[in-house]
């Protein structure tokens, strides 16, 4: 009895675990509307790689361990910032409480601009095969402060996206999407 108590304790006390570091890196995402057609398409679910962006607070930890040269509100990533061209899952910033999946299209320190529909980034034109219809719209050249990403849906004509609100503050990603798992049909990794 005592020993199958002990097994039953060290399951449970494992699952939790386990259950513990999905929820801290890994979330799943519905994508509603059409933004991201054709790569996404509305219904489609995604698994979202929340540790990938990690950033670790260097100022703090290096009042922990004090041998580390960090000066305060410093902060590193555990493994990258986001890329251009990643698709991403973000807190929507007019209404945190939503979340919206986008395309980097630029980061910290770079200028976008728009051109009647075609994209350019730090005055190169940005190859984008991802995209069917870039639309006519433009926009004036802007340069990204630190910790700011140019985010855009793929479906230009039909997306609401940095254009509309401005650039996304890192601390609005929640993570790199990883894996579209349904419908199967539609099974893809990023």
Known sequence: ?????????????????????????????????????ETLHSGQYLLV?????????????????PFLDAQEGEAR???????RGEVVVFRYPLDPSRD????VIAVPGDAVEIRDGRVYVNDRLVPEPYVESDGHTSMRRTVLGPDEFFVMG???????????????????????A?????????????
Do not use: C
């Open 178 to 190: 990883w894996l579209a798992y349904w419908p199967l049909s539609e099974w893809k990794l990023f």
């Open 100 to 103: 919206f999946v986008k395309r």
């Open 1 to 37: 009895m005592r020993r199958s108590l002990r097994d039953f304790l060290q399951t449970a006390l494992l699952s939790l675990l386990v259950f513990a570091a999905l929820q801290m890196t890994i979330q799943n995402f519905r994508v509603e509307g059409s933004s991201m057609e």
């Open 77 to 83: 990533y555990l493994f990258h910032p986001p890329h």
């Open 49 to 65: 790689n929340k540790l990938v962006y990690t950033r670790l607070d260097m100022g703090k930890l290096a009042t922990l361990l």
């Open 154 to 176: 793929d479906n230009r004509p039909n997306s609401n996206d940095s254009r509309a609100w401005g650039p996304v503050p890192i601390d609005h990603i929640i993570g790199r």
